[in-house]
């Protein structure tokens, strides 16, 4: 009886011992595949390297790249070099971080979900500013630029840009932030940058199946390579859409009626605020006071710039001695129940 309890007990040890080291070695092989980058993945499984691929990513490169991303200037061969623009950087219109999340059925957006309202959710809870240029995030995967409506505004000047990165990054230099063309050593830079932030499996929200079937890419045939493939690349854009809209008509106007006054304060500061704070940005200084909402009060229902029903949908154009323009909001940066939040929050403020 002694001895069998005794093989018992050894027989159920095994087991544990071989549980264990399975299941760490499903944690370690996970954690593995976690790290690659999304490129890396996709050539894996015999997809083409994008257009701008970067095999071999420079560190120093890359921290001059974010220097001009956040400041316009980095320092090059020992001194400062000369500023992109003047009047902007890109994280003016462009965050660098992820704008949605990947908590399904929470109330937060799937990456994939570009809903303005689930945008301003995530905004607040990770305290982001919330602005009419896409994310940089995950910038390097995509291979779109300029797309939808963009590409009308453009007209020419996109036709080299819409799919090819390094061509779109001298549009935004010269033209959007009413700026200069960059030297081939700032581009390479800033490339190395994007290079350095580029997604990982690890950002995507990929069922744990699916990372283990990417374990094991070299073993799968070439259907279900490609229906890999198409798994990674549901995860993320690849291209933003971008549809502009006509300024409200007049009947169609709510002046704030029914709109959220707390979401409005919250677009206010993550989104006027960003440039007009303090005249971070432009001529035009705003604040939380009584003299800002009754100024876009005065003006709310005309087609004029300072409308917000108007400013908001077709922005503003550079022009000489007032280079800061503002740029529009697309439909899906901000949508028109949010310009009534953020009304509502102009007449919370005019009666102070």
């Not at 087991?15 to 996709?42: C, I, M, P, R």
């Not at 691929?53 to 061969?77: R, S």
């Not at 190395?192 to 990929?206: A, P, Q, R, T, V």
């Not at 006054?261 to 677009?267: C, H, I, N, Q, T």
């Amino acid at each position: 009886m002694h001895k069998l309890s005794f093989l018992v007990f050894l027989f159920s040890a095994i087991l544990v011992f071989s549980f264990n080291w399975t299941n760490k070695k499903n944690v370690y092989d996970h954690y593995e595949v976690d790290q690659w980058g999304v490129e890396e993945a996709l050539i894996k499984l015999g997809d083409s390297a994008y257009n701008h691929h970067i095999a071999n990513l420079d560190p120093k490169k890359a921290e001059m790249g974010k220097d001009l991303v956040f400041k316009g200037f980095t320092t090059y061969n020992g001194k400062k070099s000369k500023r992109i623009s003047p009047y902007f950087v890109c994280t003016d219109c462009h965050n660098t971080k992820r704008e949605t999340g990947l908590e399904r059925g929470l109330g937060m957006a799937h990456p994939k979900d570009n809903d303005p309202e689930k945008r301003l959710a995530y905004a607040i809870k990770n305290d982001l500013p919330f602005l009419p240029g896409s994310t940089l995030w995950g910038i390097y995967n995509r291979t779109s630029f300029y797309n939808g409506d963009y590409r009308k505004k453009y007209l020419g000047l996109v036709d080299k840009a819409k799919d090819d990165l390094p061509e779109a990054i001298q549009v935004c230099s010269q033209y959007c932030s009413s700026g200069r063309s960059l030297k081939d050593w700032e581009l390479e830079a800033m490339m190395h940058y994007f290079k350095s932030e580029e997604l990982k499996i690890k950002d995507l929200g990929l069922f744990p199946n699916i990372k283990k079937n990417l374990l094991k890419y070299q073993s799968l045939d070439s259907g279900e390579k490609r229906s890999l493939i198409y798994s990674i690349k549901d995860e993320y854009f690849q291209s933003y859409p971008a549809n502009f809209s006509y300024t409200m008509p007049k009947n169609k106007r709510g002046y704030g009626e029914n709109g959220n006054p707390k979401a409005g304060k919250e677009l206010f500061e993550r989104s006027c605020l960003h440039c007009h704070g303090e005249k971070r940005v432009t001529y035009l200084g705003l604040d939380n006071s009584k003299l800002t909402g009754k100024f876009f009060l005065k003006y709310m229902k005309g087609y004029r710039d300072q409308s917000l029903y108007q400013i908001i949908r077709w922005g503003t154009y550079p022009k000489s001695g007032r280079k800061q323009y503002m740029p529009q909001y697309s439909k899906e940066k901000m949508s028109d129940d949010q310009i009534e939040d953020l009304i509502a929050y102009m007449k919370k403020l005019s009666q102070k």
